[in-house]
């Protein structure tokens, strides 16, 4: 049996952004027939969370969609053991991305950090080199409802994209395989 995918999310915490996007792209590569090859987990920059569920806003507006929110979701900080470990991290803003890029030390591994909104279509083009800022999904945690649900559909806009990226992803190493 091939080893799957692994994608894991980041955010500050591990409490909104990051386990929002884990729980919609499992969502979605469910939805793409892909379940059963990818793995989607999500972890935080910071320990100040460690061990607490899903904030109660986002699992609100996760509800809201459409979106199964289990109970077993628990806070944890991302270490740098984890990231050889995934083929794909997602930060959420370009300070999560600066800090796994730090964080993993090894070129090879560093260049699997990818900022998440790189995967909207609509989002700004960042060239190499150029400020990944304006990639960034906003943090929720200090608004009310409608800053939840604008992080939700910054997430969503991604998705797909995270999606095709991975389905090519799997069909180059699986063709590297055969081959």
Do not use: K
């Amino acid at each position: 049996m091939t080893e799957p995918y692994r994608v894991m999310t980041v955010c500050t915490g591990n409490i909104c952004r990051s386990p929002m996007a884990e729980i919609v792209l499992r969502d979605r590569f469910e939805a793409a027939g892909l379940g059963h090859a990818v793995v989607v987990d999500s972890s935080g920059i910071s320990d100040e969370e460690h061990g607490r569920p899903v904030d109660r806003r986002a699992r609100a507006v996760l509800a809201e969609h459409g979106y199964p929110v289990g109970d077993g979701h628990r806070a944890r900080q991302v270490r740098a053991s984890d990231l050889p470990a995934r083929d794909l991290v997602l930060a959420m803003t370009s300070s999560h991305a600066r800090a796994l890029r730090r964080l993993a030390g090894d070129a090879g591994v560093a260049a699997r950090v990818v900022m998440y909104r790189s995967f909207d279509p609509a989002a700004p083009l960042v060239a190499p080199g150029q400020p990944e800022h304006v990639l960034d999904v906003d943090d929720p945690w200090y608004g009310g409802p409608e800053n939840f649900s604008t992080c939700l559909a910054e997430v969503e806009a991604a998705a797909d994209g995270v999606v095709a990226h991975v389905r090519a992803a799997l069909a180059a190493r699986d063709a590297a395989t055969a081959g």
